[in-house]
């Protein structure tokens, strides 16, 4: 008889495992994209005003206008990275902007700038 009992305890307690391993996992990976994902709009919409306030005037609203010699952005070879230090450092004809923009507001408009491209 005892073993009869065991039995419905058993049971439980694996649907209890079973029932608590699913679902929530893939919820959270879910979320978190679908952060991600806002995080990169909001970058995108950022970065853009700021190109438009600070670089539009010689690149051009669409990166092609190239005033005063500056670089075509849908066409430059320039990596991320690259075009953060370009950006904080300047160069040749372009300004330095690390001193005016947070190195935040430097990648915003980076990130923007990768979006330009063909």
């Known amino acids: 008889m005892k073993g009869n009992t065991l039995i419905p305890i058993y ?6 495992l079973f029932s ?5 996992g893939n919820s959270d990976r879910k979320d978190t994209v679908s952060i991600k994902a806002t995080e990169a709009a909001a970058v995108e919409i950022n970065g853009k ?14 990166g092609t206008a ?7 952005l849908r066409i430059t070879k320039l990596d991320s990275i ?4 370009t950006i904080s450092k300047g160069k040749n004809n372009m300004p330095a902007f690390g001193s005016q923009l ?5 990648k915003s408009i980076a990130g923007y700038v990768m979006t330009l491209r063909k």
């Open 102 to 106: 947070t190195p935040e507001e430097i």
């Open 82 to 85: 690259a075009v953060v230090n």
């Open 11 to 16: 049971m439980l307690l694996a649907a209890f």
């Open 66 to 72: 190239g005033i005063a010699n500056a670089a075509n």
């Open 49 to 62: 005003t700021m190109f438009e306030q600070k670089c539009a005037a010689c690149h051009g609203s669409d």
């Open 20 to 24: 608590s391993c699913g679902g929530s």
